[in-house]
């Protein structure tokens, strides 16, 4: 599973496929205060990507993969 | 967990090239040898990480396979190239339009064939 | 030779096949369109194929021969008899190359260079070039002003320049994906994330987001800005795939000293405030109109191209070039002719760009020639204005479209299977063994129980070696069209050449026989057919003469009855008549005037297989060639065959050819004569008796026998072998007689005992004793001994 539910927190492990996509945004529609852990994603699909983009939760833990940490901080940590 | 791949083509020639390519790249390679054996498998619940077709086959030929693979339910978003020659710019517009991620362009060399790959297939 | 050669070659010999057959349909069938696809397809196939090697001359005459088929296919060109016949020779040159290749495992001497003569020869058919090349030189490219982000962080920024003074080239990159590039399998993160040397990225949705609820996850809304060291080769290779979706401008240092300028578009022009991808589509279509401004105005192109612009200028909001251009537009209709247009859309798009070029600023001027932040235009070369191709998927055949999926085939090379099959005849030999066994162990040891125990232990082993056989049988079963698909060319071939009307029907293509036997018929076959058409089948003047159709009518078919695959070859020609062939026989002095006079016109037909025979008063070069219908008889005869020849005078002759399915395992009877054991093909013997000394006489010097109302002569093997024997009578002073068919005749032959019949792996024999009539081969027994196999129809002759 690359796309595990603890609680609320979602964490996003390895790759995470776009066939994910729907699961993590119902997820998050569903779950206000609903968070993520992307401390072991290596790669994300895009579509996941807007998804976070776009309801902007709280992230608790950053990559520990620099590149992939890259791409999401041009995504999500923007003023 | 290596790839899985299908690779569609009518010529056993390029199927025996382009299969010996990729298993020494380490995926794993299903061959067809036409779109409705191709689209037979997919309806038989193979669900390959990526699709190599040929455009002209028996049968069915590439485009039309593009076509109904796309419309299967584990398939929409499966990266597919399309195996083409230089002169068939129409036939590559023709494949992206039916749903294509890209094609490919004969004679490929090993080299090239996993460079596209990687490009269109995450986690490789 | 390596696998995939070897497949190439065999894959490559099985195309040219269809190639060839094709071609011949399509000229009998000039009309039918529906073969045009298959044909390309083959060739485009092969062509493919052979890149795959380092046989240039092999792919420039494939490549020629591709592009003449393409024309045609496009209806470019049309298919006729002299294109036909160039394209065949390219077919024999390939075939030519396949053999050098096969034989030597390189293309060798002859064919290093491509053909000349034979490539310029199918070029010759292209003969108006193509219309590419007339794009070049109309290098209209819209400018655009830097668009550097103006927040970029100083860390950023350094490292920019740094690389540009290392004479790195910098680009930014703005990647829109389409809104369902999702479903083309594209994941645009994952296409970012393959890109080298990336300095800086931001990726923003494309329009705002919608709350949550109403969010599509998969329309793409996003937009990647990336500032990157690449080259620009690399970047359109990368996004060659969404290549209408990314678009770059290369950084210069100057163009990040003037990040701050602000930018104005300057005014006046007639396209001037155009979006960029607006300029672009126009300057595009400038180049698509002047490729196609001779053609008689308004052509298709013409109008896709006035919608097109029409459309981009809509687009634009702007009142004044929109009215300028439906003035040339009108100028263009009222005659007919493109250039009003043409010069108007030259002259607005100069102007544009004239009017953008100074407008990225003064401070940018000392470095003018690289600035200007050329974008480099990705859009496919003729927007909206390709024509629909049609499809060129091949026509189904009838016979294919049955929908249940095709059998996995294995291609195994023939040695190997050779090897099974000699290894299953050991089998079989060696478990004949098992009954002496037996034998030994109850007669020499007393070991009744165990006997049986070997018995039943050898009724096992025995049954399992027969389904080993049967199905190693049915492994070398090949399709009768391997040997009938040549036909069409060799049967076109000939009548060309003798100025005959003949249409040949191939029936029954599909029946199998072992490949052994399969190969056998194809030369007797190919002489039966050159004699049907020299000799059989008339000239057209001499048929209309008769009578009959202009075009004769030449079919084979193949079919299976029982344990025998039936060729037969019919044609409807002038048939042979018998009466001629009596005055030749007589006149060559080959049979005795007396016999001849008491011949049927049957057996007077059936002397064309005498040996030295020849109907045609010349031997013509085509069946000629010293080999006569005796030749074709004994061939078939020698894999266990009959031949029957049946002819009316003036309306044809039928010729049909009996095999064996199989000639792996020949059952033969087991006979014992002068104190030696031989074996007699089963399939010969008719029936044994054993015949009372009183019961032959002697007719005219010959012994025969009554046997149930028929004469038949006798023979006795030990004479026939030159024995010095008389043949051995039993306890009741009776011989032991075989009656065996031998070219429709009835023979007696006295022997001393029979025996049971066994099954044997016939080997044939070779060196000096290949050469001993009388003998088809040998079989190995269980016991390890040797067995003659005799050949009554030779022994008889």
């Given at each position: 599973?690359?796309?595990?539910?603890?609680?609320?927190?979602?964490?996003?492990?390895?790759?995470?496929?776009?066939?994910?996509?729907?699961?993590?945004?119902?997820?998050?529609?569903?779950?206000?205060?609903?968070?993520?852990?992307?401390?072991?994603?290596?790669?994300?699909?895009?579509?996941?990507?807007?998804?976070?983009?776009?309801?902007?939760?709280?992230?608790?833990?950053?990559?520990?993969?620099?590149?992939?940490r890259a791409w999401l901080d041009a995504a999500l940590q923007q003023s | 967990m290596s790839k899985n791949i299908m690779i569609v083509d009518d010529s056993a020639t390029m199927l025996m090239s382009l299969r010996s390519s990729l298993e020494m790249s380490g995926f794993k390679v299903e061959a067809a040898n036409d779109g409705v054996q191709a689209i037979n498998k997919l309806q038989g619940g193979y669900k390959p990480d990526l699709i190599i077709t040929d455009i002209n086959m028996p049968n069915m030929g590439g485009l039309e396979l593009i076509g109904k693979a796309r419309a299967l339910p584990g398939m929409r978003f499966t990266p597919i190239l399309a195996l083409t020659t230089e002169s068939q710019q129409a036939k590559r517009d023709e494949a992206k339009r039916n749903g294509a991620t890209g094609w490919l362009v004969k004679p490929i060399n090993a080299t090239d064939l996993l460079g596209v790959i990687k490009q269109v297939l995450p986690g490789v | 030779m390596n696998a995939l050669l070897q497949q190439f070659l065999?894959?490559?010999?099985?195309?040219?096949?269809?190639?060839?057959?094709?071609?011949?349909?399509?000229?009998?069938?000039?009309?039918?369109?529906?073969?045009?696809?298959?044909?390309?397809?083959?060739?485009?196939?092969?062509?493919?194929?052979?890149?795959?090697?380092?046989f240039p001359a092999l792919t420039a005459v494939l490549h020629a021969a591709e592009d003449v088929m393409d024309a045609v296919r496009n209806d470019a060109l049309g298919f006729s008899q002299p294109l036909a016949d160039q394209l065949l020779d390219a077919a024999d040159y390939v075939s030519a190359f396949l053999d050098a290749v096969e034989s030597q495992g390189t293309p060798g001497a002859d064919f290093?260079?491509?053909?000349r003569k034979l490539v310029e020869g199918l070029r010759s058919w292209l003969a108006t070039p193509a219309l590419e090349g007339a794009n070049s030189g109309v290098a209209l490219v819209s400018t655009q002003n830097s668009r550097?982000?103006?927040?970029?962080?100083?860390?950023?920024?350094?490292?920019?320049?740094?690389?540009?003074?290392?004479?790195?080239?910098?680009?930014?990159?703005?990647?829109?994906?389409?809104?369902?590039?999702?479903?083309?399998?594209?994941?645009?993160?994952?296409?970012?994330?393959?890109?080298?040397?990336?300095?800086?990225?931001?990726?923003?949705?494309?329009?705002?987001?919608?709350?949550?609820?109403?969010?599509?996850?998969?329309?793409?809304?996003?937009?990647?800005?990336?500032?990157?060291?690449?080259?620009?080769?690399?970047?359109?290779?990368?996004?060659?795939?969404?290549?209408?979706?990314a678009t770059w401008w290369p950084i210069t240092l100057a163009s990040l000293q003037s990040v701050d300028e602000s930018v104005d578009t300057a005014s006046g022009s007639d396209l001037a405030?155009?979006?960029?991808?607006?300029?672009?589509?126009?300057?595009?279509?400038?180049?698509?109109?002047?490729?196609?401004?001779?053609?008689?105005?308004?052509?298709?192109?013409?109008?896709?191209?006035?919608?097109?612009?029409?459309?981009?200028?809509?687009?634009?909001?702007?009142?004044?070039?929109?009215?300028?251009?439906?003035?040339?537009?009108?100028?263009?209709?009222?005659?007919?002719?493109?250039?009003?247009?043409?010069?108007?859309?030259?002259?607005?798009?100069?102007?544009?760009?004239?009017?953008?070029?100074?407008s990225t600023g003064p401070v940018t001027t000392p470095v003018q020639g690289e600035l200007g932040g050329r974008p480099i235009a990705c859009q496919a070369l003729a927007l909206g204005v390709a024509p629909d191709q049609a499809d060129t998927i091949t026509p189904r055949r009838a016979d294919e479209t049955a929908s249940q999926a095709p059998a996995k085939v294995l291609k195994v090379e023939q040695e190997k299977i050779d090897r099974l099959m000699n290894l299953i005849g050991e089998i079989v030999v060696a478990k004949n063994g098992l009954p002496y066994l037996a034998e030994r162990a109850e007669e020499q040891y007393g070991q009744r129980e165990l006997a049986r125990e070997i018995k039943a232990q050898y009724a096992v082993v025995n049954r399992i070696a027969e389904d080993l056989q049967d199905a190693i049988m049915q492994v070398r079963m090949m399709p009768v069209s391997f040997i009938l698909q040549r036909f069409p060319r060799l049967v076109r071939d000939i009548t060309r050449k003798l100025d005959k009307k003949v249409n040949l029907i191939l029936e029954g293509e599909d029946t199998e026989a072992d490949k052994a036997m399969i190969e056998a018929l194809a030369d007797p076959l190919v002489h039966i057919v050159r004699n049907s058409l020299d000799h059989g089948l008339e000239a057209p003047a001499e048929r209309l003469a008769a009578g009959k159709p202009e075009t004769g009518t030449l079919r084979i078919r193949a079919s299976q009855n029982a344990d025998h695959v039936v060729i037969s070859i019919e044609d409807d020609g002038r048939g042979i008549d018998p009466q001629k062939i009596k005055v030749k026989v007589a006149a060559k002095g080959l049979v005795e005037p007396a016999a001849l006079e008491a011949m049927s016109d049957q057996e007077l037909v059936n002397l064309v297989f005498l040996p030295g025979f020849s109907t045609a008063?010349?031997?013509?070069?085509?069946?000629?060639?010293?080999?006569?219908?005796?030749?074709?008889?004994?061939?078939?005869?020698?894999?266990?065959?009959?031949?029957?020849?049946?002819?009316?005078?003036?309306?044809?002759?039928?010729?049909?050819?009996?095999?064996?399915?199989?000639?792996?395992?020949?059952?033969?009877?087991?006979?014992?004569?002068?104190?030696?054991?031989?074996?007699?093909?089963m399939d010969q013997v008719m029936e044994t008796v054993r015949l009372p000394d009183n019961a032959i006489h002697t007719i005219k010097h010959q012994p025969t026998a009554q046997l149930r109302?028929?004469?038949?002569?006798?023979?006795?093997?030990?004479?026939?072998?030159?024995?010095?024997?008389?043949?051995?009578?039993?306890?009741?002073?009776?011989?032991?007689?075989?009656?065996?068919?031998?070219?429709?005749?009835?023979?007696?032959?006295?022997?001393?005992?029979?025996?049971?019949?066994?099954?044997?792996?016939?080997?044939?024999?070779?060196?000096?004793?290949?050469?001993?009539?009388?003998?088809?081969?040998?079989?190995?027994?269980?016991?390890?001994?040797?067995?003659?196999?005799?050949?009554?129809?030779?022994?008889?002759?």
């Open positions: 599973m690359s796309l595990i539910f603890k609680g609320n927190v979602a964490h996003l492990v390895d790759q995470v496929t776009v066939e994910d996509a729907e699961t993590l945004l119902e997820w998050l529609t569903q779950q206000p205060v609903g968070k993520v852990n992307l401390k072991k994603l290596e790669h994300l699909h895009a579509a996941n990507l807007q998804v976070l983009m776009a309801t902007c939760p709280k992230v608790t833990a950053w990559p520990a993969n620099p590149d992939t | - | 065999q894959e490559s010999r099985e195309a040219l096949e269809s190639i060839g057959s094709t071609l011949l349909a399509m000229e009998r069938e000039p009309g039918d369109h529906s073969r045009l696809g298959e044909l390309f397809r083959l060739v485009h196939t092969l062509k493919g194929n052979s890149g795959l090697f380092d290093q260079v491509p053909p550097l982000p103006v927040d970029l962080p100083s860390a950023v920024r350094d490292l920019l320049i740094d690389a540009i003074n290392a004479e790195r080239t910098a680009f930014l990159l703005d990647y829109q994906p389409a809104a369902d590039c999702f479903f083309q399998g594209t994941d645009p993160l994952h296409q970012v994330r393959q890109l080298p040397d990336v300095l800086w990225r931001r990726i923003r949705p494309l329009e705002a987001w919608l709350p949550a609820a109403e969010i599509d996850a998969y329309a793409c809304n996003l937009r990647f800005e990336i500032l990157l060291l690449a080259s620009e080769e690399s970047l359109a290779e990368h996004f060659r795939y969404v290549a209408d979706q405030g155009f979006e960029p991808l607006a300029l672009d589509i126009l300057s595009t279509q400038y180049q698509a109109l002047s490729a196609c401004s001779q053609e008689p105005w308004p052509s298709g192109q013409h109008v896709a191209i006035v919608t097109t612009l029409e459309r981009v200028l809509a687009s634009q909001d702007d009142v004044t070039a929109m009215a300028a251009f439906q003035d040339c537009r009108e100028q263009s209709n009222r005659q007919n002719d493109a250039k009003p247009l043409l010069s108007w859309l030259s002259g607005a798009m100069e102007k544009a760009i004239a009017d953008d070029t100074p008063e010349q031997v013509s070069d085509l069946s000629g060639r010293g080999v006569g219908m005796d030749v074709v008889r004994s061939g078939i005869e020698k894999v266990g065959g009959h031949l029957r020849l049946a002819s009316q005078v003036g309306q044809g002759t039928q010729l049909s050819l009996s095999l064996p399915l199989s000639m792996a395992v020949t059952q033969v009877m087991v006979i014992e004569s002068g104190g030696q054991r031989f074996g007699i093909p109302g028929r004469t038949i002569p006798l023979k006795g093997l030990n004479q026939l072998l030159a024995v010095p024997l008389e043949q051995v009578r039993n306890e009741d002073d009776e011989y032991a007689l075989m009656v065996l068919r031998s070219r429709s005749e009835l023979v007696g032959l006295l022997i001393d005992d029979f025996y049971g019949s066994i099954d044997i792996i016939l080997k044939p024999m070779v060196g000096i004793l290949g050469e001993l009539s009388g003998y088809s081969g040998t079989a190995v027994m269980g016991d390890g001994s040797i067995l003659m196999i005799l050949n009554p129809t030779e022994l008889f002759a």
